[in-house]
């Protein structure tokens, strides 16, 4: 993975390296997938969408934020991890965004910031941010330990907009 590359691309797809399907994820629920998004208005179709695809492939609620402007990337974009070998590095409390952005502020030149919606293992997609090692994929939790993840690798440029939106200085 190299960071000034490209990563959005037309399909989901599982990132290769360290992750492999664990057993214990929450079990998916039956969703009719809806293929022509036009038929439903622009916002509305996106979170309907994005709901389906998490949902087919494992869980059985997504918590939307207030975030829309993220649907048509983390759609169009997204690639499904595996959350068993993620790496766990306590980060400010309650606030993944903050966290994921300081940490790949200090290891950038091997690691790709993340965001999109990680599955808890109460069955529940929630918003979420992480960082990623840019080799392998393997991934760096800072709030709880998750059964999976879906979203999109923020480039260069927009991991520093986040950085400069979500770091709060004490």
Not at 150 to 165: A, K, N, Q
Request: net charge negative.
């Amino acid at each position: 993975m190299k960071k000034k590359d490209s990563y959005r691309s037309k399909e989901a797809a599982i990132l290769p390296g360290a992750f492999k399907q664990p057993s214990d994820l929450p079990k998916a629920v039956d969703v009719d997938v809806v293929s022509d998004a036009k038929a439903i208005d622009s916002a509305q179709g996106e979170q309907f969408l994005l709901q389906q695809r998490l949902l087919s492939f494992a869980g059985s609620v997504v918590c939307f934020d207030s975030e829309q402007h993220l649907f048509f990337d983390i759609l169009n974009a997204g690639v499904f991890l595996y959350g068993e070998d993620a790496m766990l590095v306590p980060g400010v409390a309650s606030n993944c965004h903050e966290s994921s952005a300081i940490i790949w502020r200090g290891g950038q030149d091997d690691l790709v910031l993340m965001t999109g919606y990680a599955l808890g293992f109460d069955g529940k997609w929630y918003r979420h941010s992480w960082c990623a090692f840019e080799e392998t994929g393997k991934v760096i939790e800072t709030t709880q330990n998750m059964a999976a993840y879906f979203g999109f690798v923020l480039d260069d440029l927009e991991s520093d907009d986040f950085y400069d939106l979500n770091y709060i200085p004490e």
